[in-house]
């Protein structure tokens, strides 16, 4: 009689019932916490956009804000139990690195003594960010492989490694850090109100052409001028400045900070400036023709994208102004990173903000000509503006002076050349606003 072979089960199908059932049982509880750290982030996001609005907005002006985020987490938590456990760790991974930066609002303003009700439903998202980021190495520690030679465990284990010293970097440089910066970038900013001056300030009402109320105070003028100072709560030496040589000062808030309505912008903020400069033009101390405008870091790249789209403004200086989120351009291989990494922040930066970019200082600032132009900036700075600057300079039209300050840090010219400063920058005023040459 012909001997039959014993049929042997295939290894993957070799699984006792109970060992079946303890895996079933620690995907269930890791697809319950995945959740439950999906809730923790979902919570503030809804919070923030829908529920606690800033004063002046609604729900409707956060639609993509809130909506894209939510989609994105509820796409993730569909997709995931059909995952590999390689990329479930990797998401969960990715997740939390992105979830940290969603805690961070709460913390920058609790820290700063100015938190509100939604800050601290932010703080939900740092309890999500720690789930997600203990998920993923007890998913990779499960799913290690235990069976064959310990050389060939050992040999795949490398491999793993060495994989992730690639991936982690390039995923932080491609994706975390182009998506959660700019996520801080438009929900941060400074909270501080205008002091008084001492020099008899009033209260300005300046509102918006969107219907935002905004922080401002004013200096009358005595000599038929007036400068706008952006943002006018941590500038009041520059205010001041110009105050002593005769100019009005309108120092004003940008929306979503001090006490301005609105949500916080970074591209958006042109509205605001024009509004500034609609009180002076109403003002009687202050003549046709002489409103100018002083804007420092992001508050200058705004101030030069305002003049450049209008003729409202009539004199400017930009001090510190640099690269805007997603504009950095790179030459050579480090395009390869470089490029896709600015579109991603671009996209996530017009996301978040609910606003798409402005296009490029540089391609933008020739228009205020014939209206005078002056740059101001430290070397290095920050932001790009060292080199930035030079680039804006080029590209202006006539009249145009650029002023690269000794010692000065970003957007601290008066301070390291207070006598230089208030000379060169009064000068400019005078000669753009009162014809003195």
Not at 115 to 131: M, S
Not at 165 to 173: M, R
Not at 221 to 234: K, L, M, Y
Not at 254 to 277: K, M, N, T, Y
């Amino acid at each position: 009689m012909t001997a039959v072979a014993p049929v042997t089960e295939p290894r993957a199908l070799a699984i006792t019932v109970p060992e079946y059932a303890r895996r079933r049982a620690v995907t269930r509880r890791e697809y319950r916490l995945f959740l439950l750290a999906t809730a923790l982030v979902a919570v503030p996001i809804v919070d923030d956009n829908f529920v606690q609005t800033e004063p002046g907005t609604s729900a409707g002006d956060h639609l993509a804000s809130g909506l894209v985020p939510l989609a994105v987490l509820g796409l993730v938590a569909a997709i995931y139990p059909r995952l590999r456990a390689g990329v479930r760790a990797a998401t969960s991974l990715m997740l939390g690195a992105l979830s940290f930066a969603v805690g961070v609002p709460g913390a920058y303003f609790i820290l700063d003594g100015t938190a509100q009700g939604d800050h601290y439903t932010a703080l939900l998202a740092f309890v999500g960010a720690a789930i997600f980021l203990t998920l993923g190495p007890v998913i990779l520690w499960r799913a290690r492989r235990r069976g064959g030679s310990r050389r060939r465990r050992y040999l795949l284990r490398a491999s793993s490694v060495a994989i992730a010293v690639v991936a982690i970097p390039l995923a932080f440089v491609l994706l975390i850090f182009p998506i959660a910066m700019p996520y801080v970038y438009v929900h941060t900013g400074k909270s501080t109100q205008i002091p008084e001056l001492g020099v008899g300030q009033i209260p300005a009402r300046v509102v918006t052409s969107d219907g935002l109320e905004l922080e401002a105070a004013y200096v009358r003028s005595r000599n038929g001028a007036a400068v706008i100072v952006f943002a006018g709560a941590t500038r009041t030496d520059e205010a001041l400045m110009l105050v002593r040589h005769g100019y009005g000062a309108l120092l004003l808030v940008p929306r979503g900070q001090g006490r301005s309505e609105g949500d916080i912008v970074r591209w958006a903020g042109d509205r605001d400036l024009l509004a500034g400069a609609e009180y002076l033009d109403n003002r009687p101390d202050v003549e046709d023709g002489r409103i100018g405008a002083m804007g420092f870091s992001i508050g200058g790249e705004i101030l030069l994208e305002t003049a450049a789209k209008s003729s409202a403004i009539d004199a400017v200086v930009s001090e510190g102004a640099g690269e805007r989120v997603g504009e950095v351009k790179a030459s050579g291989p480090i395009r390869l990173l470089t490029d896709p990494a600015m579109a991603v922040m671009t996209g996530a930066a017009t996301v978040f903000g609910n606003t798409g970019p402005q296009p490029p200082i540089v391609d933008r600032i020739g228009l205020i000509s014939p209206r005078a132009v002056f740059l101001v900036y430290a070397d290095p700075g920050i932001g790009g503006e060292d080199y930035r600057q030079p680039l804006y300079y080029a590209a202006a039209g006539e009249p145009k002076r650029i002023w690269k300050v000794p010692g000065s840090k970003h957007t601290g010219g008066l301070e390291a050349q207070p006598e230089a400063y208030e000379r060169r920058v009064v000068g400019f005023f005078d000669g753009a606003l009162l014809g003195h040459r």
